[in-house]
T-cell receptor, first 115, second 114 residues
Framework: AQTVTQSQPEMSVQEAETVTLSCTYDTSENNYYLFWYKQPPSRQMILVIRQEAYKQQNATENRFSVNFQKAAKSFSLKISDSQLGDTAMYFCAFMMGQAGTALIFGKGTTLSVSS | KAGVTQTPRYLIKTRGQQVTLSCSPISGHRSVSWYQQTPGQGLQFLFEYFSETQRNKGNFPGRFSGRQFSNSRSEMNVSTLELGDSALYLC?????????????FGPGTRLTVL
């Protein structure tokens, strides 16, 4: 069975700083996807960034980038130039390559950005 | 484009009752997935429907069931409610053709069982 572990329950950062959220996963599959989702206090979950396991190049989306280490089964999220609006719970998630499979989420990291 | 909508947003029920939650996906999306979110267990997958067929199911008791209609709207039903069913129930819609299709989440239904 696949598992996702986020070892940092809470993190805090000042505006404009850079922060990295950690995520490790366990799987014996070779075809899968990895995601970071953000759930702000309003509760609507939104996709931040996604990575295909077969791609060696790390995904980037504006201020958000990942460090994907397939052999180490590590998938960290880096947020550059942190903004107050980045305050949220961040979930790392795994999904197998077959359509219709479940997103398997980590327990989440609560990120607080202060001015 | 309208987002994923869930009704009702809040619900209070008592033990033993049953409840039906509704999810309307983004237009054109054929897949709807349901997740239960609790502080203790986190986010757990309930089931996924694609074109009116249940394609995948999580590890929940048979009291949890769902269905999908021809317009892709989905409902989930929980019978014989237990206190432990109190949770935020999220649905997510996607095109459903590949796992890479982005899943868009609704705001959730907060269910409280007394």
């Amino acid at each position: 069975a696949q598992t996702v572990t986020q070892s940092q329950p809470e993190m805090s950062v000042q505006e404009a700083e850079t922060v990295t959220l950690s995520c490790t996963y366990d799987t014996s599959e070779n075809n899968y996807y990895l995601f970071w989702y953000k759930q702000p206090p309003s509760r609507q979950m939104i996709l931040v960034i996604r990575q295909e396991a077969y791609k060696q190049q790390n995904a980037t989306e504006n201020r958000f980038s990942v460090n994907f280490q397939k052999a180490a089964k590590s998938f960290s999220l880096k947020i550059s130039d942190s903004q107050l609006g980045d305050t949220a719970m961040y979930f790392c998630a795994f999904m197998m390559g077959q359509a219709g499979t479940a997103l398997i989420f980590g327990k989440g990291t609560t990120l607080s950005v202060s001015s | 484009k309208a987002g994923v909508t869930q009704t009702p947003r809040y619900l209070i029920k008592t033990r033993g009752q049953q409840v039906t939650l509704s999810c309307s996906p983004i237009s054109g999306h054929r897949s709807v997935s349901w997740y239960q979110q609790t502080p203790g267990q986190g986010l757990q997958f309930l089931f996924e429907y694609f074109s009116e067929t249940q394609r995948n199911k999580g590890n929940f008791p048979g009291r949890f069931s769902g269905r999908q209609f021809s317009n892709s709207r989905s409902e989930m039903n929980v019978s014989t409610l237990e206190l432990g069913d109190s949770a935020l129930y999220l649905c997510a819609s996607s095109l459903g053709w590949t796992s890479y299709n982005e899943q868009f989440f609704g705001p959730g239904t907060r269910l409280t069982v007394l």
